[in-house]
Each structure stands twice: as structure tokens, then as C-alpha cells.
């Protein structure tokens, strides 16, 4: 199992940019695949960006984040990090890293992610 453990969410201006982190620990070393999900009441969780755990380096990123958002990874720290600039409002939404082991499929099918964290608040204001 593997623990999840998000951060840098809060509230900002659109236009302005955040930079969320999460900390992974535990069985790291079976993760092929780390993604950030967001979700707000009454929708379903879409993927937003996902980033290969380890080797080469491959990511996917939804349409709507395309230009703004980076996903990136440090392993000697175990900890992904997306990027968010050009915050819209419609970027706000709660945040969850989460991890994969399975290859193959969508990159952003939230089912194939098997270790969630708790999530962090991304409140962007107009």
C-alpha cells in the first residue's frame, strides 16, 4: 500500500498559480503511475494530469488544463508536484494525487488508481 499525502492548496486570484505536492510513502517502489484528480460536488472526478512513476518520463494532461498545468516528479523525494498557472475559476475544485501500478489504459480512468490521498482545497476567486 502505498500513502498519499497532499498540500499547497488554498485560495487565489484567476490568473495567479499554485503549485500542489504530494508526498508518497510506503510501497512506492510497485507505483508505475502517479495522477492528480480533482472533483467538485454533484460532478465526477476527472483526471487532470497524470506522470510516469519512474524511467521514462511520459504525461498526460486533460484538454483543459493543457498550457497551463505541469506535472513533475522528484524520486529522490518520492513527491509529485503540479504546477498550476493562469488559474481559471473554473479550476476550483478539491485536489487528489493518487497512484497506479497497472499499465495500460486511460491515463485518466480513476478506477486503475488504487491509493488516494485525502485531497486539497483549490479555490480560485474572480
Known amino acids: 500500500q502505498v500513502q498519499l499525502v497532499e498540500s499547497g492548496g488554498g485560495s487565489v486570484q484567476a490568473g495567479g498559480s499554485l503549485r500542489l505536492s504530494c508526498a508518497a510513502s510506503g510501497n512506492t517502489s510497485s507505483v508505475n503511475w502517479m495522477g492528480w484528480f480533482r472533483q467538485t460536488p454533484g460532478k465526477e472526478r476527472e483526471g487532470v494530469a497524470t506522470?510516469?512513476?519512474?524511467?521514462?518520463?511520459?504525461?498526460y494532461y486533460a484538454d483543459s488544463v493543457k498550457g497551463r498545468f505541469t506535472i513533475s516528479r522528484d524520486n529522490a523525494e518520492n513527491t509529485v508536484y503540479l504546477q498550476m498557472n493562469s488559474l481559471k475559476s473554473e479550476d476550483t475544485a478539491m485536489y487528489y494525487c493518487?497512484?497506479?501500478?497497472?499499465?495500460?489504459?486511460?491515463?485518466?480512468?480513476?478506477?486503475?488508481?488504487?491509493?488516494w490521498g485525502m485531497g486539497t482545497q483549490v479555490t480560485i476567486s474572480s
Open positions: 506522470i510516469s512513476a519512474s524511467g521514462f518520463l511520459a504525461t
Open positions: 493518487a497512484a497506479r501500478r497497472r499499465f495500460g489504459g486511460r491515463w485518466d480512468d480513476s478506477a486503475a488508481f488504487t491509493d
